[in-house]
């Protein structure tokens, strides 16, 4: 589906390759937004430090690993902490 509808049914060649890749770029965002806001609401609403974004298209899966990358950076020492106290209070 079009994010950005072309009212015009005859349209040049070339103009309608630039409709489509303007369209699969509004696509691509339109995506990685929603995908960043799934990611937001799982990790900082729902304490849900596991999950992670994943989108497969070009440049958007680079941003969306490096989003990704972040989370596992700040996520880790909190884990580590947790699993440490854990095996303290089985060993004692």
Request: hydrophobic share 45%; aromatic share 8%; net charge positive.
């Amino acid at each position: 589906m079009a994010i950005f509808p072309c009212a015009c049914q005859r349209i040049a060649p070339a103009w309608r390759k630039i409709y489509d890749a303007l369209n699969d770029i509004f696509q691509q965002n339109e995506k990685m937004t929603e995908e960043f806001g799934r990611i937001s609401n799982a990790a900082a609403k729902k304490a849900d430090y596991a999950a992670r974004g994943s989108i497969a298209k070009g440049g958007y899966a680079a941003c969306v690993e490096s989003v990704n990358s972040l989370i596992t950076d700040l996520v880790q020492p909190s884990t580590e902490v947790a699993r440490v106290i854990g095996a303290w209070l089985r060993a004692t």
